[in-house]
């Protein structure tokens, strides 16, 4: 249990664009600590100073977390209270502070979460896609083999999958989205969030990819890559499946599935094969 004495680790959330989204009890705690533990200071300065705040910075980043962690430890201990932010949105979130937070609770020290931005959440209740259940999957490899068998494994996930990606290998990326998932299954872009330039692209893989081709400034900023989960049989829906039965009377079923899945962003291969067992029903004695 945390004792009295020592001081608080607080979590806390920064805009991932937009300053204005920073909440006032974030203002309120990066005002009040001791010390801010910041993955960049010179990134962190700038927000400071737009707010008007001069607590002392010192540097947490990914290369010396391990080294650092028992100093903090040892200055909570003695009853100061410390804030942690990453360069924007939430801490720890495919950013440094696991091994600083692991260490804290297990020292009985408090953490105590300060919510706010994510760009994560932003970019999913912004998509239009199933947001029920969803996958968050970090970064994608950076190398072509990598990435590829990391798709595979989440190939007949059935959850939304989300993705960070850096700008430069967004369309590598989408190229092996394309790959391993097909032409038709719906992405949605999110290009940075709450800023200037924020843009979204969504369509079945094969257009965006042919977008961000065309178009070199998406890819450019931060981005969040979102892919909808695959679909089964059993969830295609009564209306799918009769929009289906009526083209396929006119239609070759490859042609009926694939205009099918344009207009309801079910995946092609799936509407194909409920097709193709439904023919096959109906032809049997």
Not at 14 to 31: F, K, M, S
Request: glycine share 8%; with cysteine; proline share 5%.
């Amino acid at each position: 249990m945390p004792r009295n004495d020592q001081g608080c680790l607080y979590i806390v959330a920064t805009p991932i664009g937009n300053l204005g989204d920073i909440t006032h009890r974030a203002v309120e705690v990066l005002g009040s600590v001791d010390v801010i533990a910041a993955e960049d200071t010179r990134h962190t300065r700038k927000l400071l100073q737009h707010l008007g705040i001069d607590t002392f910075l010192f540097a947490l980043h990914e290369h010396n977390e391990t080294e650092k962690s028992g100093s903090v430890i040892r200055q909570l201990k003695e009853g100061k209270s410390i804030a942690l932010v990453s360069d924007a949105g939430t801490p720890l979130i495919s950013d440094p502070g696991y091994v600083l937070v692991n260490q804290a609770r297990a020292e009985g020290i408090r953490v105590i979460p300060v919510p706010g931005p994510s760009s994560i959440l932003a970019a999913l209740s912004s998509s239009g896609l199933p947001t029920d259940r969803f996958s968050f999957e970090g970064f994608l490899p950076a190398k072509k083999s990598a990435r590829q068998s990391r798709l595979q494994s989440l190939e007949k996930e059935s959850r939304t999958l989300v993705f960070f990606e850096a700008p430069h290998r967004l369309a590598q990326s989408l190229a092996d989205c394309l790959f391993v998932f097909g032409e038709d299954r719906r992405v949605v872009v999110a290009r940075e969030l709450t800023k200037t330039w924020e843009t979204f692209l969504d369509g079945p893989v094969v257009e965006v990819l042919q977008t961000v081709k065309d178009d070199t400034n998406q890819q450019r900023g931060e981005v969040v890559l979102m892919v909808r989960g695959a679909t089964q049989s059993s969830e295609l829906g009564e209306d799918a499946l009769l929009l289906l039965k009526l083209l396929t009377d006119e239609l070759p079923l490859k042609k009926a599935a694939a205009i099918v899945a344009r207009f309801t962003g079910l995946n092609k291969k799936v509407l194909y094969e409920a097709g193709l067992a439904r023919k096959n029903r109906d032809q049997s004695p």
